[in-house]
Every structure is written in structure tokens, then in C-alpha cells.
């Protein structure tokens, strides 16, 4: 299980990048509150990703179970926040 976490981050990590760089092209033409929530949802991939690395190598049950429920609530509000973004 822990490789296909692992894959899934590095894969996310990539679609991230490559997101950057074609919004910071159309980041000039987008109000305050769009960059705020574009800011946002950037530190939400981001504690999402770490979320990952550090479920990737727990090995307490108890402690997984935590992250795993972080992780769903992060992917939560990510998807919360990509849709005020469109």
C-alpha cells in the first residue's frame, strides 16, 4: 500500500508543477480573491503531499489512521476550493 501512496504523490507533485507554470501565466488577469483562493489551495496540495511522505513511512495503526482521516479532509477542501476557483 505504501508504494501506491508514494506513486500517487510523486505523480501529484508532477501535475503540480506543471500546473504552476501555466497559471502563472494566467495569474495577472485574476482578481484579489482568486489569487487568495489560489493561494490556498496551493498550501492545501502542499500539507497534502506531506500528509503522504509521513503516511508513507508511519507505522503505528493508530497513527496512520490519523493521517489517513487528515488526508481525506485535505482532499476535501481542495476539492472545495478548486471549485470556487472555476
Do not use: C, F
Request: glycine share 2%; no cysteine.
Amino acid at each position: 500500500m505504501a508504494r501506491g501512496w508514494e506513486s500517487k504523490a510523486v505523480a501529484d507533485q508532477i501535475e503540480e508543477s506543471e500546473q504552476r507554470v501555466s497559471n502563472r501565466a494566467s495569474e495577472v488577469d485574476l482578481s484579489p480573491e482568486a489569487r487568495l483562493h489560489r493561494q490556498q489551495l496551493e498550501s492545501l496540495k502542499l500539507s497534502r503531499s506531506r500528509t503522504l511522505a509521513q503516511l508513507d513511512r508511519a507505522a503505528s495503526p493508530a497513527y496512520r489512521g490519523m493521517l489517513e482521516r487528515a488526508l481525506r479532509k485535505l482532499e476535501q477542501e481542495i476539492e472545495e476550493v478548486t471549485r470556487l476557483l472555476q
